[in-house]
Structure formats: structure tokens, C-alpha cells
């Protein structure tokens, strides 16, 4: 074994990003006491990036304020123009392969926070236009909109043309896939300015209004009071017909059922946003987890809104999708005080004795290092579980071909042991009912398994259940074992899809079950006796239905 | 049904709304539809509706909305106004648009009819001298109507 005290915490972060929440989360770690690098494969300054709050403060000012404090910390080391290859190591000494174009180095650090700011790619494409005068990107608009001083009301070139109060502008936000709130935030924002300063009527099409944040009613209110016209759609959006340099749309109200068409002086199109491609294939190397979209952590309701799917590696703000600037503030604040409480949390010795690995059967074959989740198993000339990683989720217990690994509590040995108590068990009573023995996760089945205990429903005598810390622990040798013990069948219950909080552990148990059944049959038994549900903590009904059903087909073929 | 072009409807429709006396909240409705599920009127005639006047009006479309005839079937029950959560108080917006219709000549021809009651008799119901004998056998004070009030808050 490696002695515990060489898994250490190194008291760095390194922070990728070069916005809001990136600078963010940079000030509150430093405010904390750690050391920060923060890198960026830009050399471009934040304070160009377009923004407009809501709520009255300046995002640049703030940006610029921090900005100027944080570089003034020798704590605080920022690098531009410079990537992270590679994430090497485990939580709490990471090693960051970073490259800029003089020089290849390495850094460690103790936690590694995804930062990143999104890229927005225009739809011209995908309607056949071409932006010119009369259309324009939502972000362009923010950029005019935000370079200009208060002091300049009317200007008689390019967009400001159409700002008459006879021209209509139109805004087209979240047409083709779901809105947000980002968008949306920035879609009103202009809209009131240009209602008020300009009196150009405003129109947007969009599915939804979004206003889930701090502001956003208000803000939507003030729009439909100055007289900004909102038409919804289920689906499809307004046709968008091209002729010459003559754009018209055409459309059906939703509550008048009335067709309508309208040429807009001003067309203002949204932008689709998505990972920077380097975030989007380092986030893929480094596992930490996607979701479908494409944005920054899976669809998993046990990852707390911070956690990637590895420990010492965070997410904040826009990296898990389009964010308004106070949002992106909260989530790095929270993000800091993740990983605060990371370095504040139990040391290596505290940790991890209940996972051992035997060198005398690991033959080294990597299956445990392949199938691990939470990527917290290495090697050296020996396989080593590291214990800030580590999830106890046995995973590789189950898969371990030698059974080298073992976990307290639910060893092999500890299994086998319930199992044969059974037999005993078994030859105490007079035995006429078939018996099931039932494998779940302690998460899911093992609560319900406790509340069926503890309600009226009786429990029957003849079924046993026995915990395990996740279904991805489950070795298909315990249900040859139960079999050879005379069970006369086997019920297996995970968690529900997308629901593990090993992520794949139950992926992993239906897998292994259904080849199971797929030998014991080859082997002349009837396959049927072994079942693999899934189960959520809450539906104790559908244990029993279940359990009642797989006993009533039992009985049926015994008595046949 | 004619594809409208939504340059030629008049965008400043709301905001005059808006400045009648009972139309002020109109600008706040989110079209959520809570007043035409509660109307007892939409139930028997679907043209009158709510939501779609509403609507009708945030798009400007009023040349085509004061000379509907369904302007004039709501009866004041209120149940849209108590229901609604914007505080639109569409019964008082369905007077700002009556009043605005009468301003343009857009009344049906039986409120002129009553119109002239009212200012003839200073009532809708004549009370002749059949019923006021029958309220003096009862004890009851004759009625006598007061046309000249009427012509006074009538001349317009």
C-alpha cells in the first residue's frame, strides 16, 4: 500500500476562464487563502465583451475593479494565450500540462475549476440571409448598444437608420430550440431602451418569454407597458421569406388564429451558444461529464450544482449553459466555497480504509482503473485507490476479475456469509414456499426495503434482502452463490436510469445481469429466476408488486 | 381569413386605450385566458371573447374592433375582472371601448333608440299613469322621470 500521508492537498487552483465567473471565483479562492492561476487561451480582455445588467450595476466596472485587485495579489498568476492540454493525477495534486507558444510546463494544483465563457455561432446559415443593415445579431446589437454613451441619443448610420418611431424592429430569440434566460434578459433589455429613446415600435418572436431570475418580471412588465408586442409559438416560429433586400415574415397569432406579415426595418437574430471546442474535448478527456446539449455536467440529480463528475474538478457559471451576469457571480461564489470545503474536508488518513486492494491477486489487468467512475483508481507497479476520489461505489469490486478488491461492509465474504445464514435459516423452517433473495442499492431499494419493514406490510419469510452500496457492486458470483444455496430466485434492484450517483453503476449491474442470465441459461437453468428492476427510494409499492409477482411466477413453476 | 400586415395596424391603439377612464391596466395582460374561461357570455356566443379583444387591441387592430357587434354582448357580470391576475379589469376596459365605438359613430342603432328614451322620459321604462296609481293604492310616492339630467349628462 501507498502510505496514507503521500496524498496530499496542494493549496492551488487552477481556474479556466476569462469572464465574469472565472475572475469570480478567482477573488473569493484568493480571499480564501489559496493560490490561483487562472488561464485563458485568449489574449482577449474581458471588459470588450458586451453586457448589460439588469439591475443598474456596471458588470465591466466590477470586472475592472477585481481585475485590478487581483493582479496586485502575489497570490493570483494569470497567464493568456495559454491552454491546458492535459489533467494528469488525482484531486488534491493534479497535474496540469499548460502550453502557451513559448513554452510546455506543468503545474500542480490541488482543484481545477471549468470556468469557461460561451461561444455563440449566428443562424444566418440556417435561414438563407447574410447580415447587413437590416440584419443583425442579437450580440452585435449589445456591442452597438453598450459602446455608446449615454449623451448620444440619435446617430444617422447603419443600424440607427431603422430607429425611427415608425419602424418596426423585430427580435427572433429561442425559435429553434428552448430559450434562455440569458438571451432573453438581453432581448428586453434592448427592446425598452429602443421603445423608450427611438419610439420604433418593437416585435419579438419567441416560444417562451423566460424571466426565472432576480428582475426579469420587472423588466418584462416594462416592456409590455412601453408597448413592445410579444407573438409566442408552440413550434414552428414565422416563415422568414427573402426577397431582394426585402425581408418579410409571416406568421399566425396564436390567440386570434389570424395570419399576419411584417417587414422588419430591423431584423435581430439570436445566436446559438455551446462549449469552446477545446473546453468541450478537454471536458471529454478529463471525464468530467456532459450533458446532452452539450454543456458542462450530466443530467445526474445527485451532482451537487458545482461537481463535475470528479472530485477536485468544479464548474462555474456559463460552462452549463447561458447565464445572466448575477448569476454567473453566484455560481462562482458557490464554486469557491466547493472547493473550500474540499480542502477543509477529511484528510487521506481519515479516509479510505475501508477500500482495500490485495497485491497478492491483482494481477494489474486495469479493468477497475477502466470501469471507475469517479477516475480515482491509478497505478504504479500497483494498483492504488485514491482515497479523496474514491466514492465507495464498489464498482470495481464487481468488476474485479481476481476479486482483489474488497470494501468493508460488503466484502465477498461478508456476502457469502448473509447467503449461507440463509441456508440455515432455511433448514430451521418447514420449508414449502419458494425463496427470493433480493440485491439492491442501499440508496434506492435498501430505504424501501426499510419501510416495507416498518409498515403493516408484513414481511414474508421467504424473502431476504441484502444491501449493497450501489448495483454497480454487484458480482454476478453472488447469484450463482444464492442459486447454488437453493434461492429459488434472485430480484436485483438500481436506481432508476440517470439517477445512479455512481453515474454508471446501474448501467453497469443491468449489463452484468442480463449476461448472467445469458450463461446460467447456457448452463441449463430456467433465467427467468433471476429479475433486474429498477427502483427509486420512494416506490415501495413497486417492490411489492413486484416481489409478489416474481413469487407468484416461481410457485407457477414449481408446481408445473 | 386576409394575411394582415402589422405595419398598417395602428400601434398606438393600446396606449389610447390606455388613457380611458378604466383602461389603464390593459397593457399588463400576459394573455393567460382566465377571463374567457370564466366568461358566462363566451359560453353562449365563442365570437364574444376576452382574451382575443384583449389581444386585438396590444395589436392595434381597432378599426376592426369597434365595429364588432360582439362589443355590446358583455352584461357587466365583472366574473372576468374578479378573475383576473394582472388586474387588467377587462369590464372596465369593455366600457372604454364602448364609449370610444359611440365617439365614432360605431353604436348599434338600438342604443340610439335608448338614447332617446332616456332623454324624453329620463327613463328606459315608461311610467305611465296606470302604475303610478297602482303606487299611490300602495302607498308608494309617484315617479316622475327627470329627462332634463339626462340630456345634460348626454350632450356630447
Known amino acids: 500500500m501507498i502510505p496514507l500521508q503521500e496524498f496530499t492537498k496542494t493549496p492551488k487552483v487552477l481556474i479556466l476562464g476569462n469572464g465574469l465567473s472565472a475572475f469570480e471565483t478567482a477573488w473569493q479562492?484568493?480571499?480564501?487563502?489559496?493560490?490561483?492561476?487562472?488561464?485563458?487561451?485568449?489574449?482577449?480582455?474581458?471588459?470588450?465583451?458586451?453586457?448589460?445588467?439588469?439591475?443598474?450595476?456596471?458588470?465591466?466596472?466590477?470586472?475592472?475593479d477585481q481585475r485590478e485587485s487581483l493582479e496586485k495579489n502575489p497570490n493570483f498568476i494569470q497567464y493568456t494565450q495559454t491552454t491546458l492540454s492535459a489533467i494528469e493525477g488525482f484531486a488534491g495534486e493534479f497535474s496540469a500540462h499548460l502550453k502557451s507558444e513559448q513554452k510546455d510546463w506543468t503545474e500542480t494544483v490541488g482543484a481545477v475549476v471549468f470556468a469557461p465563457e460561451l461561444v455563440s455561432e449566428t443562424q444566418f446559415a440556417d435561414s438563407h440571409l447574410k447580415p447587413n443593415a437590416q440584419i443583425i445579431t442579437l450580440e452585435a446589437l449589445t456591442e452597438i448598444f453598450s459602446s455608446l454613451s449615454q449623451s448620444i441619443p440619435f446617430r444617422e448610420e447603419g443600424v440607427f437608420v431603422a430607429f425611427t418611431p415608425h419602424s418596426y424592429i423585430a427580435f427572433l430569440s429561442g425559435l429553434d430550440a428552448e430559450g434562455n434566460v440569458a438571451d432573453m434578459?438581453?432581448?428586453?433589455?434592448?427592446?425598452?431602451?429602443?421603445?423608450?429613446?427611438?419610439?420604433?415600435?418593437?416585435?419579438?418572436?419567441?416560444?417562451?418569454?423566460?424571466?426565472?431570475?432576480?428582475?426579469?418580471e420587472r423588466l418584462y412588465q416594462a416592456c409590455r407597458d412601453e408597448g413592445v408586442i410579444f407573438f409566442k409559438f408552440d413550434q414552428a416560429g414565422p416563415e422568414i421569406i427573402r426577397s431582394n433586400d426585402l425581408v418579410t415574415l409571416q406568421f399566425v397569432d396564436a390567440i386570434l388564429e389570424q395570419p399576419f406579415e411584417l417587414n422588419p426595418d430591423l431584423l435581430v437574430m439570436d445566436s446559438v451558444h455551446s462549449l469552446p471546442k477545446e473546453i468541450r474535448e478537454l471536458a471529454l478527456s478529463a471525464q468530467i461529464g456532459m450533458d446532452e446539449s452539450g454543456f458542462l455536467q450530466p443530467a445526474n440529480v445527485?451532482?451537487?450544482?458545482?461537481?463535475?463528475?470528479?472530485?477536485?474538478?468544479?464548474?462555474?457559471?456559463?460552462?452549463?449553459?447561458?447565464?445572466?451576469?448575477?448569476?454567473?457571480?453566484?455560481?462562482?461564489?458557490?464554486?469557491?466555497?466547493?472547493?473550500?470545503?474540499?480542502?477543509?474536508?477529511?484528510?487521506?488518513?481519515?479516509?479510505n480504509r475501508e477500500v482495500v486492494v490485495d497485491e497478492g491477486l491483482c494481477t494489474i489487468c486495469l479493468t477497475c482503473v477502466r470501469y471507475c467512475p469517479h477516475q480515482a483508481i491509478g497505478w504504479t507497479h500497483r494498483i492504488f485507490i485514491h482515497p479523496f476520489a474514491c466514492r465507495r461505489c464498489g464498482?470495481?469490486?464487481?468488476?474485479?476479475?481476481?476479486?482483489?478488491?474488497?470494501?468493508?461492509?460488503?466484502?465477498?465474504?461478508?456476502?457469502?456469509?448473509?447467503?449461507?445464514?440463509?441456508?440455515?435459516?432455511?433448514?430451521?423452517?418447514?420449508?414449502?414456499?419458494?425463496?427470493?433473495?433480493?440485491?439492491?442499492?442501499?440508496?434506492?431499494?435498501?430505504?424501501?426495503?426499510?419501510?416495507?419493514?416498518?409498515?403493516?406490510?408484513?414481511v414474508q419469510m421467504e424473502v431476504e434482502f441484502i444491501s449493497m452500496p450501489?448495483?454497480?457492486?454487484?458480482?454476478?458470483?453472488?447469484?450463482?452463490?444464492?442459486?447454488?444455496?437453493?434461492?429459488?430466485?434472485?430480484?436485483?434492484?438500481?436506481?432508476?436510469?440517470?439517477?445512479?450517483?455512481?453515474?454508471?453503476?446501474?448501467?453497469?449491474?443491468?449489463?452484468?445481469?442480463?449476461?448472467?442470465?445469458?450463461?446460467?441459461?447456457?448452463?441449463?437453468?430456467?433465467?427467468?429466476?433471476?429479475?433486474?428492476?429498477h427502483l427509486s427510494s420512494n416506490m415501495v409499492w413497486y417492490l411489492r408488486e413486484v416481489v409478489e409477482q416474481f413469487l407468484g411466477e416461481l410457485k407457477e413453476k414449481k408446481a408445473h | 381569413m386576409d394575411r394582415l400586415d402589422l405595419?398598417?395596424?395602428?400601434?398606438?391603439?393600446?396606449?389610447?386605450?390606455?388613457?380611458?377612464?378604466?383602461?389603464?391596466?390593459?397593457?399588463?395582460?400576459?394573455?393567460?385566458?382566465?377571463c374567457s374561461a370564466r366568461c358566462p357570455i363566451e359560453k353562449i356566443e365563442p365570437e364574444y371573447n376576452p382574451r382575443k379583444i384583449i389581444r386585438m387591441i396590444l395589436l392595434g387592430m381597432e378599426e376592426e374592433l369597434l365595429k364588432e357587434a360582439f362589443l355590446w354582448h358583455c352584461s357587466t357580470c365583472y366574473t372576468c375582472q374578479e378573475s383576473c391576475p394582472q388586474q387588467v379589469n377587462f369590464t372596465e376596459v369593455i366600457f372604454a371601448l364602448r364609449n370610444m365605438a359611440v365617439r365614432k359613430g360605431l353604436a348599434p342603432a338600438g342604443m340610439g333608440?335608448?338614447?332617446?328614451?332616456?332623454?324624453?322620459?329620463?327613463?328606459?321604462?315608461?311610467?305611465?299613469?296606470?302604475?303610478?296609481?297602482?303606487?299611490?293604492?300602495?302607498?308608494?310616492?309617484?315617479?316622475?322621470?327627470?329627462?332634463?339630467?339626462?340630456?345634460?349628462?348626454?350632450?356630447?
Open chain 1, 302 to 351: 445527485h451532482l451537487l450544482p458545482q461537481a463535475s463528475m470528479r472530485t477536485g474538478i468544479f464548474i462555474a457559471g456559463s460552462g452549463k449553459g447561458p447565464m445572466l451576469p448575477q448569476t454567473c457571480i453566484e455560481e462562482a461564489r458557490a464554486a469557491a466555497l466547493s472547493i473550500h470545503h474540499f480542502f477543509e474536508g477529511r484528510s487521506a488518513e481519515e479516509m
Open chain 1, 470 to 533: 450501489c448495483a454497480g457492486k454487484m458480482d454476478p458470483d453472488y447469484l450463482l452463490k444464492a442459486l447454488a444455496l437453493g434461492v429459488s430466485g434472485v430480484l436485483v434492484f438500481a436506481c432508476p436510469e440517470e439517477n445512479c450517483k455512481s453515474i454508471h453503476g446501474n448501467t453497469y449491474a443491468r449489463e452484468r445481469i442480463t449476461e448472467a442470465k445469458r450463461y446460467i441459461e447456457e448452463a441449463g437453468l430456467n433465467p427467468d429466476r433471476i429479475r433486474f428492476e
Open chain 2, 7 to 34: 405595419k398598417k395596424l395602428d400601434p398606438n391603439f393600446k396606449h389610447r386605450v390606455a388613457q380611458e377612464l378604466g383602461g389603464e391596466h390593459i397593457r399588463t395582460c400576459y394573455s393567460c385566458g382566465v
Open chain 1, 185 to 216: 434578459a438581453l432581448t428586453l433589455s434592448l427592446a425598452l431602451k429602443i421603445r423608450k429613446e427611438y419610439q420604433s415600435q418593437v416585435v419579438i418572436f419567441c416560444r417562451q418569454v423566460k424571466v426565472a431570475e432576480e428582475g426579469m
Open chain 1, 29 to 64: 479562492l484568493i480571499s480564501l487563502g489559496y493560490g490561483v492561476v487562472l488561464i485563458n487561451p485568449e489574449s482577449r480582455i474581458i471588459e470588450e465583451t458586451p453586457f448589460l445588467s439588469l439591475g443598474g450595476w456596471s458588470v465591466q466596472d466590477y470586472l475592472k
Open chain 2, 113 to 156: 333608440v335608448a338614447q332617446n328614451l332616456l332623454c324624453q322620459q329620463g327613463r328606459m321604462y315608461e311610467v305611465g299613469d296606470f302604475e303610478n296609481e297602482k303606487r299611490l293604492e300602495m302607498g308608494l310616492p309617484k315617479i316622475k322621470g327627470n329627462p332634463e339630467d339626462y340630456k345634460k349628462l348626454l350632450e356630447d
Open chain 1, 395 to 458: 464498482i470495481c469490486a464487481g468488476e474485479c476479475p481476481m476479486d482483489a478488491i474488497q470494501i468493508s461492509g460488503y466484502s465477498d465474504h461478508e456476502v457469502e456469509k448473509k447467503l449461507t445464514a440463509l441456508q440455515e435459516r432455511r433448514q430451521q423452517v418447514e420449508f414449502i414456499q419458494p425463496r427470493i433473495v433480493i440485491f439492491g442499492c442501499q440508496r434506492s431499494a435498501g430505504v424501501v426495503w426499510e419501510e416495507v419493514q416498518s409498515s403493516k406490510f408484513k
